[in-house]
């Protein structure tokens, strides 16, 4: 995909779903939401979600464990079902936001734009959560940022075949609900609910973790960011929210890093290792994590990618 082929796709994965919500709500009043579409909803937003947070960013980006090389493409391409991106691109800004977080060159941070007030805030929050992607000069050179990556050949292939399992995301809902109700309107409905609408929500959810966890909430640690745990968008993005703790500590499995931070993505990575699908979990020493937490150590300020 070239630039303003991305561009197009962001906006418009931004934009149909919504509108397409509108229109079958004025169409489908009482007949448009029903047990089927809720389970395929629900089931569609586990994988899709999980294939980016446990996939794209604790795997591929940080190597925050290992596993064999079926799991490692199923959740790439679940990953890439959510309409994140391709994985290569998507890892490239990422590494590249933990290398620069909120200074200069951060692909996505709220607080490097002008303009003062309100006016202001609301614009970069804008750039951070959806704008940053829409800017045509904003590329993150993948070989510079992912060289393991881009020598991966199944990682090449998802990559350039994004789109169709993109597509393929918003049809497979569509089947299950054909399945299930074994009738059109399911099948249609399944589709807008698992493949539409879920689009929409994962895709917000995980831009939300770029604006919204870098202007509001608690740090618990005293970070070079602007990184925050948000409370209420920790089940939603499956553990993603605690970025205070994230980026205190990048490489590790679980973001929550206390058994009340629910940690849906750390938590499967939990249960591959153990059923040994999982191996060289990184964990955080307890005494490290008990240090950082009064303030009495700087190392680890500077995240391993
Ligand atoms: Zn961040
Ligand atoms: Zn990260």
């Not at 082929?5 to 919500?21: D, E, M, N, W, Y």
């Not at 925050?64 to 079926?70: G, R, V, Y």
């Not at 054909?178 to 895709?203: D, K, M, P, S, Y």
């Amino acid at each position: 995909m070239n630039g303003r082929q991305q561009r197009l796709f962001i906006l418009g994965t931004s934009l149909v779903p919504p509108l397409a919500v509108l229109a079958a709500m004025v169409f489908l009043w009482g007949r448009l939401l029903r047990w089927s579409d809720v389970l395929v909803f629900a089931i569609m937003y586990v994988i899709c979600a999980f294939g980016v947070t446990t996939g794209y960013h604790r795997l591929l980006t940080h190597g925050s464990f290992k596993t064999s090389q079926p799991i490692r493409l199923a959740l790439t391409v679940a990953g890439a079902m959510s309409g994140q991106g391709p994985p290569i691109t998507w890892v490239a800004h990422h590494r590249r936001h933990h290398r620069v977080a909120d200074k200069e060159g951060d692909p996505h941070s709220p607080h490097l734009g002008d303009g003062a007030g309100l006016r202001g805030a609301l614009k970069n929050l804008w750039h951070a959560h959806l704008g940053w992607q829409l800017d045509p000069e904003l590329t993150s050179d993948p070989m510079r940022y992912c060289p393991d990556l881009v020598r991966e050949r199944a990682m090449r292939r998802i990559s350039a075949w994004f789109l169709p399992i993109v597509l393929a995301g918003v049809l497979l809902p569509g089947l299950l609900g054909l399945l299930i109700t074994g009738t059109a309107t399911g099948a249609l409905t399944g589709a807008l609910w698992g493949g539409l609408v879920r689009l929409f929500l994962v895709n917000h959810m995980a831009y939300a973790v770029n604006s919204i966890c870098h202007y509001f909430g608690r740090r618990r640690f005293a970070t070079i960011d602007e990184s925050r745990n948000v409370i209420w968008l920790a089940l939603p993005s499956f553990g993603e929210a605690w970025h205070n703790n994230h980026h205190a500590f990048p490489k590790s499995a679980r973001h929550g890093l206390h058994w009340w931070e629910l940690d849906p993505a750390g938590g499967l990575i939990l249960l591959l290792e153990r059923l040994h699908l999982a191996r060289d979990v990184v964990r955080v020493d307890p005494r490290r994590l008990a240090l950082r937490e009064r303030g009495l150590s700087l190392v680890g300020e500077f995240p391993v990618d």
